[in-house]
Structure formats: structure tokens, C-alpha cells
């Protein structure tokens, strides 16, 4: 092992040491951070056992804390191992779109690209711009002086009504781009933004993603490259660069939108399978998901003593008054304390119904509060 990976691997076990002396559970809206994780997970990969959710998210806490580390490590970059498709990880005469995931250091994409001498495009949303973008300037400038680079690094705002003809003239002069195709939570859609979105299949549940990468890859010809950032066990970075998905000339767009899109998802799923604790998307992936349509229970059937529907409702206290989180349709519920002690000590009631009243018994059931 080299001194300088040597030295790295104990920066990042410093880092562990002071992270291990944080009490979590301490911090502010630690609870409900959880409980929507938790719930992302469930509907994604249920066949992660609950019971392992918050040893998930506690890693994934820490692996922030790692990319934090390696966005102000200069050298971080030079110590990436690199897989697969390498050759495409250097500078080329014609430009690429890089599509990547907030996996693992998901920075460090862009650190080893600009230090191979590509002359690299960003593509960030406004608010990760405001609050990360001066920082990543600051580290290629960093970057540009240590290894005498004179090739360009440029950020440019996702959100802003220019992105897509800026990209376009980038693209066009030869510049590669790089973007995060699992989203941000403010590129999450909203209400008209339908024709922006196309859904394709993550696990269990479908998720609805922005099409314009893969527009813009078919409108100029230039292909897509999928590449998945990950941490071994043994705290090094690897940065995998997968086949390119590469336009068919004259094709129709939306069916290759489509066809890219569900491509770039299903390249991402076996690293996401190996390593679900180091995907930052788990915090917001459910502002992306597909409405399901809700099941209604009929009345007539409810049985004699319901219980409550831990499957599909958590208890927690917000700011110390009682809420009902639906872990299916992400809806909080303000609720009474006499409410809450009854869905935890429901089993020693003899009759709900007569407890809370017809209508209630009736809302709670309709809701699959109580099953």
C-alpha cells in the first residue's frame, strides 16, 4: 500500500471515530429522516428485513461524511481504483455525457475526469449549486494549480429556462457533461411537469425520471456513458465506467429516451443491491416514485379486533406531539395522545369501535390504520 492511500485510509478513520461519538437519535429530525428512509427502502427492496433499516442508515450518514471528506482531499482522486470501460474515462477528441448516481463518493467522478485533463460540464440543481457549487469550483481550481491543468470546468444550473440550449452549445464545442440521473430532491416533478418524465422499473416500484439527458444525447449524437461510483470495505474508491448507450441515427427520440433511461436504471440496480448503504438517493427517492392507486377496505368485512398496520404506519413523535406516518403514500398525520396509546395497546381492547366511535373505527379502517 502507498503512503499517500495509506494516509487517506486513516483520515477516514478519524472520521468514523468522531462520527461514532454522535448520538444520533439526539439530533434534530434524526426520527422522521429515518422513518422516511425506512419506507424507501421497504417499498424498494423489501427484501431488506426492517429490522436492518437503521444500521442502513447510519452508514449512509457516515458515507456522507466520507464524500465530504474526499471534495476537500485534492489527492482523493488519484487514488481511485478504475473498472470497466476505462478508456473512456480520459480525455477523447469527441465529448461524452457522463450519467452517474449519488452512490458511494459521486463527487469523485468529477475530480478524476477533470484530473485526466476532460474538459467537463455539470450539471447541478440550483440549490446543490448554492451550497456545494463554490466549493467544487474551488477544488478544480485547486486541481488546476497542484497538476498544471488548463482544460475547462464549468457548472451549469439544471433548473435554470437556458439549461438545455447551454448544455446543447457545450456539448456542441466538444465539452463533456456530467449528470446525476437519479435526481435531486428539487428536480423532483411537479404538477405540469408530466412530458418531462418517463417511468421505468427500480426494484419494486417504479420511478419517474427526467428524459432531457437522454434527449439531449439523441438530438447531438453524442453517447451516453453510464459509470457507478462505490467504496470497497476497505474504504478505497472505485470509480466503474459501463458501456456506452450510444443514439441510432434517425430513430424516433422518445423511443430511445425511453429505451437509455431504462437502461442507465438497470445498470445502477446491482450496485444498489451490493450497496444500498451508500446511496444519498434513499433520503428523497420518494418525491421520484409512481403513485399507486390506494387499496380501499370494505366495510362489511372488518374483522372483531383489528390490529394496528405496522406494515404500513409508523408512530413517532414530531417536535414531541404524536404523528402517523404512512410509509405508502409519505403522508403525516397529527394525532391525538390518547390515539396514539390506543394503536400501541390496541391488543388489550376489547372493542375499538366502542372505544373511538362508529365513524372513527370507520376511517381508521377505510385508511388501513388498523387491518
Known amino acids: 500500500m502507498s503512503s499517500a492511500l495509506r494516509l487517506y ?72 481504483k478504475t473498472s470497466g470501460a476505462q478508456e473512456l474515462l480520459t480525455k477523447l477528441d469527441s465529448p461524452r455525457i457522463y450519467c452517474t448516481y449519488h452512490l458511494g ?13 476532460v474538459d467537463c460540464v455539470l450539471l447541478l440543481g440550483s440549490n446543490a449549486n448554492r451550497h456545494q457549487g463554490e466549493g467544487m469550483i474551488e477544488h ?9 491543468l488548463t482544460n475547462i470546468f464549468r457548472i451549469v444550473e439544471a433548473n435554470s429556462p437556458s439549461a438545455g440550449l447551454t448544455v446543447l452549445r457545450e456539448l456542441k464545442a466538444g465539452r463533456s457533461l456530467i449528470v446525476y440521473v437519479d435526481g435531486s430532491p428539487e428536480t423532483a416533478p411537479e404538477p405540469g ?42 474504504l478505497r474508491n472505485v470509480v466503474h465506467c459501463l458501456d456506452p448507450i450510444r443514439p441510432i441515427r434517425h430513430s424516433d427520440r422518445d423511443m430511445y429516451c425511453q429505451e437509455a433511461m431504462t437502461q442507465l436504471y ?19 427517492i420518494n418525491s421520484f416514485l409512481e403513485p399507486e392507486e390506494p ?36 403522508q403525516t398525520y ?21 372505544l373511538v366511535g362508529k365513524d372513527m373505527f370507520g376511517e381508521l379502517m377505510e385508511m388501513e390504520v388498523l387491518h
Open 193 to 234: 411537469e408530466e412530458d418531462k418524465f418517463i417511468s421505468v422499473p427500480l426494484g419494486d416500484r417504479r420511478v419517474l425520471t427526467r428524459k432531457g439527458v437522454a434527449y439531449l444525447s439523441h438530438a447531438t449524437g453524442v453517447p451516453i456513458v453510464p459509470v457507478v461510483c462505490y467504496r470497497q470495505p476497505d
Open 140 to 148: 478544480a481550481e485547486g486541481l488546476r494549480k497542484k497538476y498544471n
Open 9 to 80: 485510509k486513516q483520515e477516514l478513520s478519524r472520521c468514523r471515530d468522531h462520527f461514532q461519538q454522535i448520538d444520533l437519535h439526539k439530533e434534530r429530525g434524526y426520527l422522521m429522516k429515518f422513518t422516511t428512509f425506512s419506507a424507501n427502502v421497504e417499498n424498494i427492496m423489501p427484501f431488506i428485513p426492517r429490522s436492518e433499516h437503521e444500521t442502513l442508515f447510519q452508514e449512509l450518514l457516515l458515507q456522507q461524511v466520507f464524500t465530504t471528506f474526499d471534495h476537500q482531499c485534492l489527492t482523493a482522486g488519484d487514488l481511485v
Open 105 to 117: 463518493s459521486y463527487r469523485i467522478l468529477t475530480s478524476l475526469l477533470f484530473r485526466r485533463g
Open 266 to 284: 438497470k445498470a445502477f440496480w446491482p450496485y444498489l443491491k451490493r450497496y444500498p448503504a451508500q446511496w444519498e438517493g434513499w433520503t428523497y
Open 295 to 330: 387499496k380501499r377496505t370494505e366495510q362489511g368485512r372488518w374483522p372483531a379486533r383489528p390490529r394496528f398496520n405496522q406494515d404500513r404506519y409508523t408512530l413517532c413523535d414530531l417536535e414531541k406531539a404524536p404523528i402517523l406516518f404512512d410509509r405508502r403514500l409519505y
Open 334 to 354: 397529527e394525532i391525538t395522545e390518547d390515539l396514539r396509546d390506543l394503536l400501541l395497546n390496541i391488543n388489550s381492547v376489547d372493542s375499538v369501535e366502542g
